[in-house]
């Protein structure tokens, strides 16, 4: 192999190394307010791939059963997004409340951690959780 064909191959192989999705969501922290009126409360997160390359979403974890979830799209392309929504049951109490969505993708790196909280001011003050996004 001459030198311009083994750098024409080297340029290829690090292109398709580059090719990666990477998961973003747009706001992983959401403040719901829970009342005695209503049995649930809900909340919507947009999650992009900000990478080049599909990346698929393979599990979303709800920390308990009282939290469902329901995604519009399981397989999204380099810019694409997908809806995520959220439900907790409540069933009518207040108080403060700390629920968690584990979303596990195909690239591992990009797994998310989504929060959902109702920070009563009359109950104790839990520490919050974080997210990472990528490494």
């Not at 024409?8 to 398709?16: H, R």
């Not at 069933?91 to 109702?118: M, P, V, Y």
């Amino acid at each position: 192999m001459n030198k311009a064909g083994f750098i024409a191959t080297m340029l290829a192989f690090l292109c398709v190394q580059a090719s990666y999705g990477q998961v973003v969501v747009e706001k992983a922290e959401v403040a719901l307010t829970a009342s005695i009126k209503t049995a649930q409360v809900e909340a919507t997160f947009r999650i992009t791939n900000k990478g080049n390359s599909v990346v698929a979403i393979t599990k979303v974890n709800p920390s308990c059963g009282c939290t469902t979830t329901q995604l519009d799209k399981a397989k999204l392309g380099a810019g694409e997004s997908a809806l995520l929504r959220a439900t907790v049951q409540t069933g009518g109490h207040t108080g403060a409340f700390l629920k968690t969505i584990t979303i596990e993708t195909d690239e591992e790196r990009d797994n998310q951690k989504l929060l959902l909280s109702d920070q009563d001011s009359r109950a104790i003050q839990t520490e919050r959780a974080t997210h990472r996004v990528g490494r």
